[in-house]
Nanobody, 126 residues
């Protein structure tokens, strides 16, 4: 059974940084699959933030986080990361990791991902 556990969320002031982690158990990395980070703010739809191909090759970012967020992975630890810098209050949301998406489908399509974590809260104060 695949389980994803996110960690690293918290409360920071604007301009601060956080690094989120997502550790998978029971999951085997597949170079033809992708992993993504999504977020959902209160009253808003869940949106894609960043995604990475499991071979570490391709990455994509939402325009709102380009240049501030970096997605990475450590296959030896079955862990993905989202380094978030220059945080703003608009980044406040519950952040979710998701894995096992197909590379040939939309990387921003939530239905493309088979497994999801429980989420970790990020709160940025001004």
């Amino acid at each position: 059974q695949v389980q994803l556990v996110e960690s690293g969320g918290g409360s920071v002031q604007a301009g601060g940084s956080l690094r989120l982690s997502c550790t998978a158990s029971g999951y085997t990395f597949n170079s033809r699959k992708i992993m993504g980070w999504f977020r959902q703010a209160p009253g808003k739809e869940r949106e894609g933030v960043a995604a990475i191909r499991s071979d570490g090759g391709n990455t994509v970012y939402a325009d709102s986080v380009k240049g501030r967020f970096t997605i990475s992975q450590d296959n030896t630890k079955n862990t993905w990361y989202l380094q978030m810098n220059s945080l703003t209050p608009e980044d406040t949301a519950m952040y979710y990791c998701a894995v096992d998406g197909f590379i040939y489908r939309s990387w921003w399509d939530r239905s493309n991902y088979k497994y999801w974590g429980q989420g970790t809260q990020v709160t940025v104060s001004s």
